[in-house]
């Protein structure tokens, strides 16, 4: 590590001798003092039992010179009793989470180290950092990209995934091409592309499957393959105000984790296509997408021996609407990698400058299995002193599944909601959010408000309570609040947020995983430079 | 400086890439047991326990110059403990193929390799499968196996096995009848591995303690053939005090084994993924 850094340094040093170029960074860090609460379930672990806080940051350095085509950057990481990577389980270790350089010849740019890169939507390949979730799947290794033409690119690249500051074993290969061509017709366009990964085991993760298969019943044995290859063909074709995006992704068959945990060797698809329409000459604006995605089997990590978050190189994020409210963020669904049917549809309409209607269903099934559905529709009414957004959603969530709760009901909320932000003057304004959730299953019905104060641009202060007033799971009506004041200077940015929070299923960008409840404060630091 | 033009550059980049995506579309794949051995079971009256007995395995090779170390503290545990030690020399040493055309290499030896280890370095002892360094590694220097074996040799055993042989010297039909009893209840998964092995083999051996080559070497404990699985046939069934299986087993020596100097070996160990541990281990001489 101390030569990466000594090779970082110089190209730094070196840059800056012979050009000008620019240094930037960021620093973000968090720390969380738990406080224990047997009521709500914030109890029992190390946190609360014994080590009482833990933090977590990383600084990131990037230095990019124009002129000579470099660019390259590294990032500390530090992680003290850090509760981000497995809720309830400490972490602790520092270091260099990321460093990559990276050079431009011609057309040509190479880049070597921690790597972040997309294929098409991610369906085949996405190496990508989520923080709130602890994921930081770079890829460790090099890759090579090359300009064919002003319209058409080449990405090679191969490497190992991130794990922490190791790696897992596994090595990956894999490539894209992406274009556009263009049509005389600047009405209609045609962006079509084509993406291959090909993933090989280890002996260590195959001795472990080896292990496993060698210890079923004979007719559920079978001979599991290192090579795991995958690739998809995708295209967007544009006509005036329609959009269509299509995607086909097929792997070849592997052993993969059916539901029971049993190994099964499987080949994968999947299936995804989005239809839009938008226009300018319906009212002040009209926009309606339709969303389809069919998944079979399409589990894709580095070894079936991950589990949870870890080791995985896709992105599939769930197929619905991505709530941001309390209460209507409360049941949210992962995506199904074993097999779902999703689709939904969401149109928006602007009849006037200032007014905004819209209207989302999404629904996911799993062979004859209801899993989600979701009807939601608002109103937004923008004018120069106030916002009003009204709305209301249903929702239908089969906990079984999603949380892995056998013998639970579907549960069905129904939830309206309001929030108003009004304007005092130009710097002083309020934010008012009022949130009911009806509900006879799980943890009962809700009540949720929210008080928010802003003194622009430095001051936020706000109060919230989620009130779980007909409680189900509780013999209390419990209390869930929090305590929040920002005060932000220049490009730093300082929070402390004293918060009760329920268990359930936490969502970032699509991608979810299950959060135990927390009791405590929270503090952050943002800043920039 | 440009060395390649944007065409070429072109080129290489897309053979380069293909050339990656299909290199090696097929494999041979890991050694996976798609056959079912056929046996008996049923309770009994649980007997009493059988004194232990420590399965040494030395992942060796005739082209291996330190592996003769593990040949003597094979021997050495032998003599120190009689009747309490089984031992198998699994020649498994990368060069043995091109040393000797009359190798020892087993596919099975090889196998097991990627089921204990794999190791780097030979000679590579195995006692009972156990991780005594609790360092991840089963393999242990040849140093260490006689202090290993001061403590294995006291331990109990939750297993008896009695092994029964019948041969024919005309036909050189082997059948070997493998009875595996209970005596505690086990949780973790189980197997059942019976092996053939020979002693006597004379053939040459690098022996840096011989100062190079040793044409008469006489290798002994010689892994010739697993009668099971490598890994061994599970004893499905739970696995409670007083079960019992039966396991029956007939196969033909080939004619370049010597049947008087062959022993057939069954040990019973755990199959889990961090477990490989042997149970319990018996020998019975291939004629008797």
Same mark, same amino acid.
């Given at each position: 590590?101390?030569?990466?850094?000594? +090779?970082?340094?110089?190209?730094?040093?070196? #840059?800056?001798?012979?050009?000008?170029?620019?240094?930037?960074?960021?620093?973000?860090?968090?720390?969380?003092?738990?406080?224990?609460?047997?009521?709500?379930?914030?109890?029992?672990?190390?946190?609360?039992?014994?080590?009482?806080?833990?933090?977590?940051?990383?600084?990131?350095?990037?230095?990019?010179?124009?002129?000579?085509? *470099?660019?390259?950057?590294?990032?500390?990481?530090?992680?003290?009793?850090?509760?981000?990577?497995?809720?309830?389980?400490?972490?602790?270790?520092?270091?260099?989470?990321?460093?990559?350089?990276?050079?431009?010849?011609?057309?040509?740019?190479?880049?070597?180290?921690?790597?972040?890169?997309?294929?098409?939507?991610?369906?085949?390949?996405?190496?990508?950092?989520? %923080? =709130?979730?602890?994921?930081?799947?770079?890829?460790?290794?090099?890759?090579?990209?090359?300009?064919? @033409? $002003?319209?058409?690119?080449?990405? +090679?690249?191969?490497?190992?995934?991130?794990?922490?500051?190791? %790696?897992?074993?596994?090595?990956?290969?894999?490539?894209?091409?992406?274009?556009?061509?263009?049509?005389?017709?600047?009405?209609?366009?045609?962006?079509?592309?084509?993406?291959?990964?090909?993933?090989?085991?280890?002996?260590?993760?195959?001795?472990?499957?080896?292990?496993?298969?060698?210890?079923?019943?004979?007719?559920?044995?079978?001979?599991?393959?290192? @090579? /795991?290859?995958?690739?998809? *063909?995708?295209?967007?074709?544009?006509?005036?105000?329609? #959009?269509?995006? &299509?995607?086909? &992704?097929?792997?070849? !068959?592997?052993?993969?984790?059916?539901?029971?945990?049993?190994?099964?060797?499987?080949?994968?698809?999947?299936?995804?296509? #989005?239809?839009?329409?938008?226009?300018?000459?319906?009212?002040?604006?009209?926009?309606?997408?339709?969303?389809?995605?069919?998944?079979?089997?399409?589990? /894709?990590?580095?070894?079936? @021996?991950?589990?949870?978050?870890?080791?995985?190189?896709?992105?599939?994020?769930?197929?619905?609407?991505?709530?941001?409210?309390?209460?209507?963020?409360?049941?949210?669904?992962?995506?199904?990698?074993?097999?779902?049917?999703?689709?939904?549809?969401?149109?928006?309409?602007?009849?006037?400058?200032?007014?905004?209607?819209?209207?989302?269903?999404?629904?996911?099934?799993?062979?004859?299995?209801?899993?989600?559905?979701?009807?939601?529709?608002?109103?937004? /009414?923008?004018?120069?002193?106030?916002?009003?957004?009204?709305?209301?959603?249903?929702?239908?969530?089969?906990?079984?599944?999603? $949380?892995?709760? =056998?013998?639970? =009901?579907?549960?069905?909320?129904?939830?309206?909601? &309001?929030?108003?932000?009004?304007?005092?003057?130009?710097?002083?304004?309020?934010?008012?959010?009022?949130?009911?959730?009806?509900?006879?299953?799980?943890?009962?019905?809700?009540?949720?408000?929210? +008080?928010?104060?802003?003194?622009?641009?430095?001051?936020?202060? &706000?109060?919230?309570? /989620?009130?779980?007033?007909?409680?189900?799971?509780?013999?209390?009506?419990? !209390?869930?609040?929090?305590?929040?004041?920002?005060?932000? !200077?220049?490009?730093?940015?300082?929070?402390?947020?004293?918060?009760?929070?329920?268990?359930?299923?936490?969502?970032?960008?699509?991608?979810?995983?299950?959060?135990?409840?927390?009791?405590?404060?929270?503090?952050?630091?943002?800043?920039?430079? | 400086?440009?060395?390649?033009?944007?065409?070429?550059?072109?080129?290489?980049?897309?053979?380069?890439?293909?050339?990656?995506?299909?290199?090696?579309?097929?494999?041979?794949?890991?050694?996976?047991?798609?056959?079912?051995?056929?046996?008996?079971?049923?309770?009994?009256?649980?007997?009493?326990?059988?004194?232990?007995?420590?399965?040494?395995?030395?992942?060796?090779?005739?082209?291996?110059?330190?592996?003769?170390?593990?040949?003597?503290?094979?021997?050495?545990?032998?003599?120190?403990?009689?009747?309490?030690?089984?031992?198998?020399?699994?020649?498994?040493?990368?060069?043995?193929?091109?040393?000797?055309?009359?190798?020892?290499?087993?596919?099975?030896?090889?196998?097991?390799?990627?089921?204990?280890?794999?190791?780097?370095?030979?000679?590579?002892?195995?006692?009972?499968?156990?991780?005594?360094?609790?360092?991840?590694?089963?393999?242990?220097?040849?140093?260490?196996?006689?202090?290993?074996?001061?403590?294995?040799?006291?331990?109990?055993?939750?297993?008896?096995?009695?092994?029964?042989?019948?041969?024919?010297?005309?036909?050189?039909?082997?059948?070997?009848?493998?009875?595996?009893?209970?005596?505690?209840?086990?949780?973790?998964?189980?197997?059942?591995?019976?092996?053939?092995?020979?002693?006597?083999?004379?053939?040459?051996?690098?022996?840096?303690?011989?100062?190079?080559?040793?044409?008469?070497?006489?290798?002994?404990?010689?892994?010739?053939?697993?009668?099971?699985?490598?890994?061994?046939?599970?004893?499905?069934?739970?696995?409670?005090?007083?079960?019992?299986?039966?396991?029956?087993?007939?196969?033909?020596?080939?004619?370049?084994?010597?049947?008087?100097?062959?022993?057939?070996?069954?040990?019973?160990?755990?199959?889990?993924?961090?477990?490989?541990?042997?149970?319990?281990?018996?020998?019975?001489?291939?004629?008797?």
């Amino acid at each position: 590590m101390r030569k990466i850094l000594g +090779v970082l340094l110089l190209v730094f040093c070196l #840059s800056g001798a012979y050009g000008q170029g620019s240094f930037s960074g960021d620093l973000q860090l968090n720390t969380e003092f738990y406080q224990s609460d047997s009521s709500i379930g914030a109890t029992g672990t190390p946190h609360y039992d014994d080590l009482l806080s833990s933090a977590y940051g990383w600084l990131s350095t990037f230095y990019r010179n124009d002129q000579y085509g *470099i660019e390259a950057g590294v990032r500390f990481d530090m992680f003290n009793n850090s509760n981000l990577h497995d809720p309830g389980i400490p972490y602790t270790d520092a270091g260099i989470g990321r460093w990559y350089i990276s050079k431009k010849i011609d057309a040509l740019r190479i880049t070597g180290g921690h790597i972040y890169e997309q294929f098409g939507t991610g369906i085949v390949y996405w190496s990508y950092e989520e %923080r =709130p979730l602890g994921i930081d799947n770079a890829l460790y290794g090099l890759e090579i990209e090359y300009a064919l @033409n $002003e319209n058409w690119t080449v990405k +090679v690249l191969g490497g190992q995934m991130k794990n922490l500051f190791s %790696r897992f074993d596994p090595v990956l290969k894999g490539g894209t091409v992406e274009g556009f061509i263009p049509t005389k017709n600047q009405q209609i366009t045609v962006a079509p592309g084509l993406s291959f990964i090909n993933r090989t085991l280890d002996q260590d993760n195959m001795n472990i499957i080896v292990g496993q298969i060698n210890s079923y019943e004979l007719e559920d044995r079978f001979v599991p393959k290192y @090579n /795991m290859y995958a690739g998809s *063909i995708f295209n967007t074709l544009t006509i005036k105000d329609f #959009s269509w995006y &299509a995607e086909y &992704a097929l792997k070849s !068959h592997e052993a993969i984790n059916d539901i029971s945990g049993q190994l099964v060797d499987e080949n994968g698809s999947v299936i995804y296509t #989005s239809l839009s329409y938008s226009t300018s000459k319906i009212g002040n604006g009209f926009g309606v997408t339709g969303q389809l995605r069919i998944v079979d089997n399409w589990v /894709m990590r580095t070894s079936p @021996n991950e589990t949870l978050l870890d080791g995985f190189i896709d992105y599939l994020p769930s197929l619905t609407k991505q709530n941001s409210l309390r209460l209507t963020a409360r049941y949210q669904a992962v995506a199904q990698q074993l097999g779902e049917f999703a689709y939904q549809i969401n149109a928006t309409f602007t009849p006037k400058k200032g007014y905004n209607f819209n209207a989302n269903f999404s629904k996911i099934t799993n062979d004859s299995l209801d899993l989600f559905q979701e009807i939601i529709v608002d109103f937004e /009414m923008r004018k120069p002193n106030y916002k009003l957004l009204l709305g209301g959603q249903l929702i239908n969530y089969n906990q079984e599944v999603f $949380e892995n709760e =056998p013998d639970r =009901p579907i549960v069905k909320t129904i939830t309206p909601f &309001a929030e108003l932000t009004y304007k005092f003057s130009r710097k002083k304004s309020m934010r008012v959010e009022l949130q009911y959730q009806n509900c006879k299953q799980d943890f009962g019905s809700w009540v949720y408000g929210l +008080v928010e104060y802003n003194i622009a641009p430095k001051w936020s202060f &706000a109060l919230s309570d /989620m009130w779980n007033y007909e409680p189900l799971r509780t013999e209390e009506a419990l !209390h869930y609040y929090s305590v929040f004041t920002g005060y932000t !200077h220049k490009s730093s940015r300082f929070t402390l947020n004293y918060v009760k929070q329920i268990a359930g299923i936490v969502c970032t960008g699509g991608v979810c995983r299950f959060e135990p409840a927390f009791s405590g404060l929270k503090a952050g630091m943002i800043t920039t430079f | 400086m440009k060395i390649l033009s944007n065409n070429n550059l072109t080129r290489l980049l897309f053979a380069g890439s293909i050339f990656f995506m299909f290199s090696a579309c097929e494999e041979v794949g890991p050694a996976i047991n798609l056959t079912d051995t056929d046996y008996v079971t049923y309770l009994e009256t649980p007997e009493a326990a059988q004194d232990k007995v420590v399965l040494i395995e030395d992942f060796t090779g005739a082209a291996c110059p330190n592996c003769p170390d593990g040949h003597i503290v094979v021997a050495d545990a032998i003599e120190n403990y009689p009747g309490k030690v089984v031992a198998m020399a699994e020649f498994n040493f990368p060069s043995d193929p091109l040393y000797i055309e009359q190798n020892m290499v087993t596919s099975e030896a090889l196998d097991l390799n990627g089921y204990l280890g794999p190791v780097s370095a030979w000679p590579a002892m195995f006692i009972d499968r156990k991780d005594f360094g609790a360092d991840g590694e089963l393999e242990e220097l040849p140093e260490n196996v006689a202090s290993i074996m001061a403590t294995q040799v006291t331990l109990s055993s939750p297993v008896n096995i009695y092994i029964e042989n019948t041969y024919d010297a005309v036909t050189r039909i082997l059948n070997t009848k493998v009875i595996v009893k209970y005596t505690s209840a086990i949780a973790s998964i189980n197997n059942l591995s019976v092996s053939l092995t020979e002693s006597g083999i004379v053939a040459a051996q690098i022996d840096d303690n011989a100062g190079g080559e040793v044409e008469d070497y006489i290798h002994n404990h010689v892994l010739r053939k697993f009668l099971t699985f490598f890994s061994g046939d599970l004893l499905p069934e739970e696995n409670t005090a007083g079960r019992v299986y039966e396991f029956e087993y007939t196969y033909t020596l080939p004619e370049n084994w010597n049947a008087d100097n062959m022993y057939v070996i069954a040990f019973v160990h755990n199959n889990d993924t961090d477990s490989r541990e042997v149970l319990q281990c018996a020998e019975r001489k291939v004629g008797e």
